[in-house]
């Protein structure tokens, strides 16, 4: 993201929304939220939609085995083949999607950065049920900025930010990006389509 | 009434018959050069401009397919003797491989004939060599040459295979000194090929035929050529081997002669990239070595006229793989817009070869009288105005000729026919708006025309 | 990634193209092993199988790709054209591009069909194979099945064994290992040997015992008996003895040599039975990896705009 900043050259109001602690905290909740409502960790089965959600999955399996001490099994889904887009853009990368275990019957954690439209979840619940008849399908998400385009709403919400069409919500990880936090940018660079980051 | 006049006034004369080249004015008188000289009188003449244009006399072409009998959806004699003024060819020779073949006395009178009534071009005829074009039976060459005159014969479209039939038509011309006319490729080694082969035709897929295709045939004839005595014209030479060794032959005093297709000078093998099938000819286009061999045998005489090898095809024949496509390039209205800008224009040969190459190398190929030839007093009337000072975008859908297989279709060219004179009359004229152009072209393009 | 329009040869391909190709196959091979072997990647496009020439393997593996990806596939068997008989090539195009269709790919045994189709129409062109020239499918899918079998491609010494010179598999592959790093030795008689064949830049050798202690890789070519009637080699039998890999000769090749052949084999021609068998042989993942290479190949063109 900061190459392409750099590469257009808009200036851009930043804004923190979130900092290292306040992501702990979240995730921390989710995790205990969706044991909560899942009595325990027994057949659930996390998926991380890719990219940054692969990580938020491996966190929130990482506090459910701290507290349940039950390992969860943890998947990565690339919901590339799965877009409603495709034709009107450049295609975009394909890369592997591994689920570990047979989802029929398990309640399934998918688990993305930033709910948006909602057609990334709706592309990655067409995937998963390419896989099984899972139990059930429940999604859990940090940020929901709301402006949804399908009716689809979480589960798991690690914090609610209204924004407007055009802002962008950046969400950093420490294993990807070296640091933990949210950023909302008020100002979009022209001709970029918002969408195109939802979800990675 | 006496004759017509016509005063070609204003141009720069270069005539390679007679070494002309310098300002003058021609005065023809009927069908023939009456005076030429500095401030000829204009009473009762009809004047051509040629102001800032090259006089040149007309060109010959040794080689073009006509298609009449047989084809006349691709060409008519008629069409083709107009594609040839416009091209500059005020004499053309068309080739047997018709349908029928022009093999004996009745359809040769058939073509003459059309030819004349067309009184476009003149049009003479290569006679078969073997009856059918079969190469089996020796046509009646003899009748042909005593009651037309036809004295050069050929089977052009493919070789002569058997050794033995060549000497024997080689041997039995003799009775009137008549010309034979090879077309040289060893059939087996040329079977299946669809373009010359070698690095290019590999990395295309593409069948090869060799150079020794060719090579193997143009040796066997210069031997059976010196055996015979005969007077040899190889056509459509297309090697750097086969320019050695007619150069070779000559030297050793064979009577052997060789032609050229403009597009074997400007062409190889290297531009059937796009599987372009305009490109598709026989013999194909060589390696750019080959090129350079040509153009150097070109500039020492070494070959002696420049053909088009006119070949008109459908768009049937053409639109087609590159596996099924035929050979054969149309050539007649392109060849001088060609070769000026490709090879002139940019230094690679000197105007007055490249104009010998079309005027006096295809007379002596034919064995004509020098002296009546040419731009110069009592010559028949055939002259041509060039404008080397042009710029245009060169279009097969305006031509005359019956078929679009151009491979120069729409290339810039620098020079144009401007006008033909054919035994005195003026029997084409380019509508070109000329004052135009000129103005938009400038002033240093024209001081680069007066240094030509 | 932006696709190019059409699929001609691997010459039009930069490394990194490759790469693209290969990683993404490696995405989508995943498909082929799951209960549902279908995603909905490329629903609603529609390709079709414009075969000139028997073919019934690249064909069905095309055919697998483009279904396994949600797109509509026609199968048009089409007669050998020629200007005497039947519809010309272009008018087939044309009536395809009627149709729109959104791919057209195409096997011919004319080369340059399919550059001549990707000029006449707006579909994108896929070249499965044209006469002597290219079959870049092919060499994608055995770059594929290499690196799957070696780790990597670059570096590895490969002998590409037999008939190269009526060979498109041969010419292709060249040009791909080349393009990836591996270093190429083309092995055959004399007369199989296209012309210009120095200005490739791989190696040539007509002694493939000589070939054989120092190659990874030994790449099979179908040998085809209408060679041996145009004069090419005297028989079948001196042939295989002088080029057909057997099992003398793979004991004398390094351990671990990978053995690769585009298929259908001809059993005891230019591969003995024994090492047909041999699980060395990877033809079996050539085709298996064929189907995820051409998924990449279709995604790359019909996936994007």
């Known amino acids: 993201m900061c190459a392409l900043e750099e590469m257009t050259g808009v200036s851009k109001e930043s804004v923190r929304v979130m900092e290292e602690p306040d992501i702990k905290r979240a995730l921390n909740r989710i995790a205990h939220e969706i044991m909560e409502k899942n009595r325990g960790a027994q057949d659930l089965c996390i998926i991380g939609i890719r990219t940054r959600g692969v990580y938020m999955a491996e966190r929130i399996a990482g506090i459910i085995r701290e507290v349940e001490g039950v390992a969860v099994p943890v998947g990565t889904l690339d919901i590339a083949m799965y877009r409603d887009d495709i034709g009107t853009k450049p295609s975009p990368e394909v890369r592997s999607t591994d689920i570990p275990c047979d989802v029929t019957g398990m309640s399934v954690i998918l688990v993305d950065d930033v709910l948006f439209t909602g057609r990334s979840a709706r592309a990655a619940m067409d995937a998963v049920i390419d896989f099984g008849r899972p139990h059930s399908i429940q999604l859990a998400v940090l940020i929901d900025r709301g402006h949804r385009e399908l009716p689809i709403r979480a589960d798991y919400v690690g914090k609610n930010i209204p924004t407007s069409r055009t802002e962008k919500v950046r969400v950093a990880l420490r294993e990807l990006d070296g640091t933990d936090a949210v950023d909302r940018d008020s100002q979009e660079p022209e001709g970029l389509d918002s969408s195109v980051r939802e979800g990675s | ?452 | 990634m932006r696709g190019p329009l059409s699929l001609i040869d691997i010459d039009q391909l930069s490394s990194e193209d490759i790469q693209w190709i290969l990683e993404t196959a490696e995405s989508f091979e995943e498909v082929s092993t799951r209960a549902i072997k279908k995603v909905p990647t490329l629903r609603g496009k529609t390709v079709v199988n414009l075969f000139y020439e028997a073919s019934t393997r690249t064909r069905l593996s095309f055919e697998v790709a483009a279904k396994r990806l949600s797109a509509d596939v026609l199968n048009f068997a089409a007669q050998q054209s020629s200007v005497s008989k039947g519809e010309s090539l272009k008018d087939t195009a044309l009536t395809l591009e009627a149709m729109g269709v959104d791919a057209i790919i195409v096997r011919h045994s004319s080369a340059g069909a399919p550059h001549l189709l990707s000029l006449w129409v707006e579909p994108r062109i896929i070249n499965a194979g044209d006469g002597m020239h290219a079959h870049p499918t092919q060499a994608l899918l055995d770059l594929y099945s290499l690196r799957k079998a070696r780790g990597d491609v670059a570096g590895c010494r490969v002998a590409l064994v037999g008939d190269i010179a009526h060979s498109r598999v041969a010419r292709s592959d060249l040009q791909a290992f080349s393009k990836m790093g591996a270093e190429v030795t083309l092995v055959g008689p004399p007369t199989l040997m296209p012309a210009g064949v120095e200005r490739f830049g791989a190696k040539v050798s007509h002694d493939l015992d000589e070939v054989i202690p120092d190659c990874d890789v030994l790449y099979m070519l179908r040998v085809q008996l209408e060679r041996q009637a145009e004069g090419l080699f005297p028989d079948l039998r001196e042939y295989s003895e002088l080029y057909g890999l057997n099992s003398d000769r793979m004991r004398r090749a390094p351990r671990d040599v990978v053995v690769m052949h585009p298929g259908p084999m001809n059993r005891g021609v230019e591969i003995s039975a024994e090492v047909a068998d041999d699980p060395r042989n990877i033809v079996t993942d050539q085709v298996v990896n064929g189907v995820a290479v051409r998924m990449a190949v279709l995604y790359m063109m019909l996936g994007g705009d």
Request: aromatic residues 4%; hydrophobic residues 40%.
């Open chain 2, 1 to 452: 009434m006496s004759a017509q006049r016509l005063l070609i006034r204003g141009g720069r004369l270069l005539c390679p018959f007679t070494g002309l080249d310098g300002p003058g004015e021609i005065l023809v008188v009927g069908e023939r050069v009456q005076a030429i000289g500095e401030n000829l009188p204009d009473e009762g003449a009809r004047v051509l401009g040629a102001e800032g244009l090259l006089v040149s006399p007309g060109f010959t072409d040794l080689h073009v397919h006509l298609r009449e009998p047989g084809r006349e959806d691709e060409e008519t004699i008629a069409s083709g003797a107009e594609a040839a003024l416009r091209g500059g060819f005020t004499t053309v020779c068309c080739m047997p491989n018709t349908d029928p073949a022009i093999d004996c006395v009745p359809v040769a009178e058939a073509v003459l004939r059309q030819a004349a009534v067309a009184g476009k071009a003149e049009v003479r005829v290569v006679g078969a060599l073997t009856k059918g074009r079969r190469g089996q039976e020796l046509a009646e060459m003899g009748l042909m040459w005593r009651k037309l005159g036809i004295s050069a014969f050929s089977d052009d479209g493919c070789g002569v295979a058997d050794a033995l039939l060549m000497r024997r038509a080689m041997e039995y011309v003799r009775i009137f000194d008549g010309l034979i006319i090879s077309h040289c490729e060893e059939p087996s080694l040329a079977r299946g090929g669809q373009m010359h082969e070698g690095y290019h035709s590999t990395r295309l897929g593409l069948r090869g035929i060799p150079a020794a295709a060719e090579e193997v045939m143009v040796a066997r004839d210069l031997i059976l050529a010196e055996l015979t005595g005969v007077r040899l014209h190889i056509a459509h030479i297309s090697t750097a081997h086969s320019v050695e060794m007619v150069r070779i032959a000559k030297q050793r005093g064979v009577r052997v002669t060789a032609e050229v297709t403009p597009h074997h000078l400007i062409f190889s093998d290297e531009d059937l990239a796009e599987y372009g099938t305009d490109l598709k000819v026989n013999p194909p286009l060589r390696s750019a070595a080959d090129r350079e061999a040509l153009r150097e045998g070109l500039a020492d005489r070494t070959i002696d006229a420049i053909a088009t090898d006119h070949a008109p095809h459908s768009r049937e024949e053409k639109e087609v793989e590159f596996d099924g496509a035929s050979f054969g390039a149309i050539g007649m209205e392109s060849a001088w817009p060609a070769l000026y800008t490709h090879l002139v224009d940019t230094g690679i040969l000197a105007l007055q070869d490249v104009l010998a190459a079309l005027t006096c190398g295809p007379a002596r190929v034919l064995g004509l009288e020098p002296d009546a030839l040419g731009l110069r007093e009592g010559a028949r009337a055939d002259i041509l105005l060039l404008d080397c000072d042009d710029d245009y975008e060169l279009a097969a859908a305006g031509f005359a000729s019956l078929s679009r297989n151009c491979p120069f279709d729409g290339q810039r060219m620098r020079s144009r026919v401007a006008a033909t004179v054919q035994s005195g009359a003026i029997k084409y004229q380019s509508d070109k708006p000329r004052a135009a152009v000129r103005q938009k072209t400038g002033s240093k393009r024209g001081a680069r025309s007066a240094a030509v």
